[in-house]
């Protein structure tokens, strides 16, 4: 499991317009007025920058990342005050939840298992705010013969293993909603997509590289094709990715210890 610092760079203007402002500002709200904030699989600190200017100066961040390039991108990259610590996601009981007013994380429940949501879930105490998980569900234009058949595979290579257990993939967004009100928190859920147009060629055609080199990966033979085709329609097309925002509250009348 991992993503490259040129990757999530190109990604970051888009996330940025994706995610649900609405979401995103009661994220803030609710860390309150001395926000410690724990970001979970950081990558080049993002988060903090689509948050900035919606939290108080003197907001600290955790940021935590199981990659030490990573890592060290976003402590070139982030003004925040801010804390890096590297560390692997996989044991729940280790985060170092202690002093959080507010956890975060930016396109990883898609990429975790339910076991891992479900124990998190009952060790945590604060607000949860997790955005751009992929919902399963993406448009082309124009479209191409084999695109739902693309998309049929790439939605099985996402429910495999990512370092974390047979991953959510797709069904990250209702399934950590569902765990998440069992555990006693109020959930809200807002859609995110990526609508990429030509302005975003660079991107579309990474994305589509990955798309068809996961769809190959589950048993599609043809998917390399499928790349090459959407590869030169790049420049005039347009590729729309769903995703989905998520903010879980704790019911403050029963407390948890983490």
């Not at 955005?131 to 998309?151: K, N, T």
């Not at 147009?197 to 080199?213: E, F, H, R």
Request: glycine fraction near 8%; charge should be negative; charged fraction near 25%.
């Amino acid at each position: 499991m991992g993503f490259t610092a040129d990757w999530l760079a190109l990604r970051e203007p888009a996330d940025g317009a994706a995610r649900d402002a609405a979401l995103l500002a009661r994220a803030a709200e609710v860390a309150g007025p001395e926000p410690v904030i724990l970001d979970l699989g950081c990558g080049t600190g993002s988060t903090t920058r689509a948050m900035a200017d919606l939290l108080p100066k003197a907001t600290r961040w955790r940021l935590l990342d199981g990659d030490q390039a990573l890592l060290d991108r976003a402590r070139a990259e982030t003004s925040a005050e801010a804390e890096f610590i590297l560390q692997d996601l996989s044991d729940v009981d280790a985060l170092p939840l202690a002093g959080v007013t507010l956890v975060t994380a930016s396109a990883l429940l898609d990429l975790v298992s339910e076991d891992w949501v479900a124990a998190f879930a009952q060790r945590l105490n604060v607000p949860f705010y997790a955005a751009l998980s992929y919902d399963g569900a993406m448009e082309w234009a124009p479209e191409a013969p084999d695109d739902r058949e693309v998309e049929t595979f790439f939605n099985r290579h996402q429910r495999s293993d990512k370092g974390l257990g047979r991953a959510l993939g797709p069904d990250a967004g209702p399934r950590t909603a569902a765990i998440f009100e069992a555990a006693g928190f109020d959930v809200k859920l807002a859609q995110s997509p990526w609508e990429l147009g030509p302005d975003m060629a660079p991107l579309q055609t990474l994305l589509n590289d990955g798309i068809a080199s996961a769809a190959e990966e589950a048993g599609l033979s043809h998917a390399p094709k499928w790349a090459d085709q959407r590869r030169k329609s790049a420049e005039h097309g347009r590729t729309r990715v769903g995703h989905v925002d998520l903010l879980a509250l704790p019911d403050t009348r029963f407390q948890k210890t983490s």
